[in-house]
């Protein structure tokens, strides 16, 4: 539970992404403290649902290996996940490590009901993070992940960082082809979140559809983060020209 001082951070989140709507779900651990939250964007009407507890109650948000639900707020959602094995890394972080699997690209079926209404079916991409560490006192840190297809057709994902678990070789960054990951090269981040630049010349553009942000300010931990989602377009890593392309940014400030 704790390095010296150091609480263990612990968290799965999931990201699913379709042309009908994007959601993210996730839970939280620092030490002995948990959270939970959940966002769902519907595209057509540009509503943005979404909630996250300090204390989370049962069978809100649900998550579990090769599943993902949420309950809350007129929002039905059950999903089922075609987990891969992922892509691992394990990084220095401060005087601690940090170890996450990251998925990207992985089918999701499952079914959506809203406001209670008729569920309807949902095929859609997702995005899996699993991560574990002791991470430094103060983590500032950049991300991105999404799906998409190429100018070729072909199906491709990512996940893309810029200060944790971001070393030269041995990161978490990665664009998967297909099925395939492969890691990319260090990556910048537009302070805006509008651009991710990479060191081989590629640059994938952002623009925002439902803009997110929370701040807390706790006695010992503090977050601030902005987590918009959007659609992407230009180069992914190794010049892959995105066709289209789903996901969501985020700049994350946090004490804990």
Same mark, same amino acid.
């Given at each position: 539970?704790?390095?010296?001082?150091?609480?263990?951070?612990? +968290?799965? %989140?999931? !990201?699913?992404?379709?042309?009908?709507?994007? $959601?993210?779900?996730?839970?939280?651990?620092?030490?002995?403290?948990?959270?939970?939250?959940?966002?769902? %964007?519907?595209?057509?009407? !540009?509503?943005?649902?979404? *909630?996250?507890?300090?204390?989370?109650?049962?069978?809100?948000?649900?998550?579990?290996?090769?599943?993902?639900?949420?309950?809350?707020?007129?929002?039905?959602?059950?999903?089922?996940?075609?987990?891969?094995?992922? #892509?691992?890394?394990?990084?220095?972080?401060?005087?601690?490590?940090?170890?996450?699997?990251?998925?990207?690209?992985?089918?999701?079926?499952?079914?959506?009901?809203?406001?209670?209404?008729?569920?309807?079916?949902?095929?859609?991409?997702?995005?899996?993070?699993?991560?574990?560490?002791?991470?430094?006192?103060?983590?500032?840190?950049?991300?991105?992940?999404?799906?998409?297809?190429?100018?070729?057709?072909?199906?491709?994902?990512?996940?893309?960082?810029? !200060?944790?678990?971001?070393?030269?070789?041995?990161?978490?960054?990665?664009? +998967?082809?297909?099925?395939?990951? $492969?890691? $990319?090269?260090?990556?910048?981040?537009?302070?805006?979140?509008?651009? #991710?630049?990479?060191?081989?010349?590629?640059?994938?553009?952002?623009?925002?559809?439902?803009?997110?942000?929370?701040?807390?300010?706790?006695?010992?931990?503090?977050?601030? %983060?902005?987590?918009?989602?959007?659609?992407? $377009?230009?180069?992914?890593?190794?010049?892959?020209?995105?066709?289209?392309?789903?996901?969501?940014?985020?700049?994350? *400030?946090?004490?804990?």
């Amino acid at each position: 539970m704790f390095l010296g001082t150091r609480p263990l951070k612990r +968290w799965r %989140y999931v !990201g699913v992404f379709c042309e009908e709507f994007m $959601a993210c779900l996730a839970f939280v651990h620092v030490g002995p403290l948990r959270q939970s939250f959940w966002a769902l %964007y519907e595209r057509d009407s !540009g509503r943005l649902r979404e *909630r996250t507890r300090m204390r989370p109650r049962r069978g809100e948000v649900v998550l579990g290996p090769g599943h993902a639900g949420v309950h809350d707020r007129g929002v039905s959602l059950e999903l089922e996940l075609s987990e891969q094995a992922g #892509i691992e890394a394990l990084c220095p972080h401060g005087r601690g490590m940090v170890w996450t699997r990251k998925q990207a690209g992985i089918p999701v079926h499952g079914r959506l009901a809203l406001d209670g209404g008729p569920a309807r079916e949902v095929r859609a991409r997702a995005v899996v993070d699993d991560t574990a560490g002791h991470h430094a006192r103060h983590t500032e840190w950049q991300w991105s992940a999404g799906v998409g297809e190429g100018s070729d057709g072909r199906a491709l994902a990512w996940n893309l960082v810029s !200060g944790v678990n971001d070393p030269p070789q041995g990161s978490e960054r990665a664009v +998967w082809v297909g099925s395939d990951p $492969a890691e $990319a090269p260090p990556v910048s981040f537009a302070e805006d979140l509008s651009l #991710i630049r990479c060191e081989d010349g590629s640059e994938l553009r952002f623009t925002a559809e439902a803009h997110r942000r929370r701040r807390d300010e706790l006695v010992v931990l503090a977050s601030d %983060y902005r987590a918009p989602f959007g659609s992407f $377009a230009g180069e992914l890593p190794g010049h892959l020209e995105l066709e289209r392309g789903l996901g969501v940014m985020e700049h994350h *400030r946090a004490r804990w």
